[in-house]
C-alpha cells in the first residue's frame, strides 16, 4: 500500500511510551507518513506544554496546525480524518460501541492493576491484585473470541481499536515477567489471546514499532537509578 503524503503530520512523543506507540500504530496502519519530534520527557519541551496544557502529557499529535491529545482519542482522529486504508473502529454501531467499552475497561479499570502491584507493599495484597489481574485476562480473552468472530484480532481480519489499545503494552508484560517473572498470558488461562500476541508482534504494521525488551529493560534501570539519586538527596 503506497503511503500518504502528509508533510503536515506530525507526532510529539518518546519512542518507548506506550501511548506514543498506538498512535504509531494507527498511523502505520493507515500508511500514512509522518515527522516524529522526540519529547525529552524529563525536560518537558515548550511545544509540549503549549500543545498540552491540560496534561502535559505525550503524545501530542499535529494534523496542520491543530494539535491533538490523548492516545485513543489521537487514534479516533487519525481513523475519522484518514478515511483510506483499513479501518481502525468498526462501522457498526453496536461493534463501534464494544470496541470503546474495552479499550477504555482496559485503559481504566485493568492497567491500573499493575500499579497497584508494583507499589503493594504485604504479600496479601499483591496476591489480591494478582487474582484481579487474572481476572481481567479471563474476561480479555473472552472478549477477544466474541469481538474477534473467529478472525485472527480484535478487530476481526485486521488490527483494530482494541489491538492497539491493548497491544502498545505487550513489551511492558515482558518486563513484568523478565523483573517480577509475572507472566501475564499463557497456553492454560488465555490461549487464544498468546496466539493473538504473535500475531499482533509480527504485523508490518506494528514491527519496529513495537520497543524490544532489551530496551525497555534499560529504560527501567535508569527509571530506577534516577529514583534512587533522588532518594539519597531528600535523605542527605
Not at 23 to 42: C, D
Amino acid at each position: 500500500m503506497a503511503a500518504t503524503a502528509s508533510h503536515d503530520i506530525k507526532l510529539l512523543g518518546s519512542r518507548p511510551s506506550p501511548f506514543v506507540n498506538r498512535v504509531q500504530f494507527a498511523l502505520n496502519l493507515k500508511s500514512i507518513e509522518y515527522e516524529f519530534i522526540q519529547e525529552n520527557t524529563m525536560a518537558k519541551s515548550e511545544l509540549l506544554l503549549k500543545s498540552n496544557p491540560i496534561h502535559k502529557k505525550i503524545p501530542v499529535f499535529f494534523h496542520g496546525d491543530k494539535p491533538i491529545c490523548e492516545s485513543l482519542i489521537i487514534v479516533q482522529y487519525i481513523d475519522d480524518a484518514f478515511p483510506d486504508g483499513p479501518s481502525i473502529l468498526p462501522s457498526d454501531p453496536f461493534d463501534r460501541s464494544m470496541a470503546r467499552f474495552w479499550a477504555a475497561y482496559i485503559e481504566d479499570k485493568w492497567l491500573p492493576l499493575f500499579r497497584q502491584l508494583r507499589e503493594a507493599k504485604e504479600e496479601s495484597s499483591k496476591d489480591e491484585i494478582m487474582e484481579k489481574i487474572s481476572e481481567g485476562v479471563k474476561l480479555l480473552e473472552d472478549a477477544f473470541v466474541k469481538l474477534s468472530k473467529g478472525k485472527g484480532f480484535f478487530g476481526g481480519e485486521t488490527i483494530g481499536y482494541v489491538d492497539i489499545a491493548l497491544g502498545c503494552y505487550l513489551g511492558w508484560f515482558q518486563v513484568h515477567h523478565t523483573v517480577s517473572n509475572l507472566k501475564i498470558f499463557d497456553e492454560t488461562s488465555s490461549p487464544a489471546l498468546v496466539e493473538w500476541i504473535e500475531r499482533f508482534k509480527n504485523h508490518e504494521a506494528i514491527k519496529g514499532t513495537l520497543p524490544e525488551i532489551e530496551e525497555l529493560l534499560n529504560l527501567v534501570k535508569m527509571m530506577e537509578a534516577a529514583k534512587a539519586a533522588a532518594e539519597s538527596e531528600v535523605k542527605a
